[in-house]
């Protein structure tokens, strides 16, 4: 290879470093990722409002209460399941995972979903308004096996919430057994 073959190979290489600095760089945009807000949660709130949560699934119960920022679990007595877990399992209702709303569905649709047998419900306390609970329905999981459906006792929308929430109340009622 002679001495022009090698000074042309290097300007074709600049020229392409030079195109691709100019004009590649210039097209990527940053990725941003807007964090999840407490509205686009289930509950429409965020995690440090949940005073108590009641767990329930083929008549059994596990209820748990907030002290000093750390959950415990009262029932079942002597029930040993992680704060942590609880804590997890509350923030994919709340702000810590945004839910798809999917429709307003009358009762006679929710079979569809799997919410007129729902598989387990959960009991939210809330510190603004301990008076007035609310419970999630927790129903079949979506065709593609990602999620489950869910609805508030309150509204008559369905929403869709990770899969993880279905895989962390298995977790609560394996935990609570004696």
Sequence with gaps: MSWRQVAVIYVLLALLISYMLIFERATQTPDTVEPTTAADSLLGTDASSVSAVTFRRAGT????????????VVEPPGAQVSPDLLEATIATLTAGQASEKLSH???SALTAYGLDAPSASVEFVMREAPERP???????RNPTRTAVYARRSDQTSIFLVGMNLSYYIDLIFDAAKP
């Design 61 to 72: 119960l596990v209820r748990a209460t907030r002290d000093d920022q750390r959950w415990r």
């Design 105 to 107: 569905e009358p009762e």
């Design 134 to 140: 609310i419970t999630v329905l927790i129903g079949a």
